[in-house]
């Protein structure tokens, strides 16, 4: 089964940038599409970006467009986030998850929780003003 385990998470000051990175382990990676989600405190999880298997197709949520970089290294089967001038309101915990490629149907699939069957224990991101 695949297990993921995400890292690079922490306390940072606003303005600041951060580097996740989800390890993935069990599956052969190439074959996942993955997906970063987050959910703050006293709010629902949220999709954040993802990505297919090559890497090359990208999707993120309108809002985080343009500060969020998402990527994968299937050398390392690791899947990374790119996080820059963090602002307070993105201050979650940070989740990647992941799915087999042949079980997204549609590149709007990624959009959503419910189509990722594998997630990590997830990594906490505090933005200070």
């Known amino acids: 089964q695949v297990q993921l385990v995400e890292s690079g998470g922490g306390l940072v000051q606003a303005g600041g940038s951060l580097r996740l990175s989800c390890a993935f382990s069990?599956?052969?990676?190439?074959?996942?599409?993955m997906g970063w989600f987050r959910q703050a405190p006293g709010k629902e999880r949220e999709f954040v970006a993802a990505?297919?298997?090559?890497?090359?197709?990208?999707f993120y949520a309108a809002s985080l467009k343009g500060r969020f970089t998402i990527s994968r290294d299937n050398a390392k089967n690791t899947l990374y986030l790119q996080m820059i001038n963090l602002k307070p309101e993105d201050t979650a915990v940070y989740y990647c998850?992941?799915?087999?490629?042949?079980?997204?149907?549609?590149?709007?699939?990624?959009?959503?929780?419910?189509?990722?069957?594998?997630w990590g224990q997830g990594t906490q991101v505090t933005v200070s003003s």
């Open positions: 998850a992941a799915e087999r490629f042949d079980r997204i149907t549609s590149s709007s699939s990624l959009y959503l929780q419910e189509n990722y069957g594998s």
């Open positions: 069990g599956r052969t990676f190439s074959v996942y599409a």
């Open positions: 990505l297919g298997r090559s890497g090359s197709n990208t």
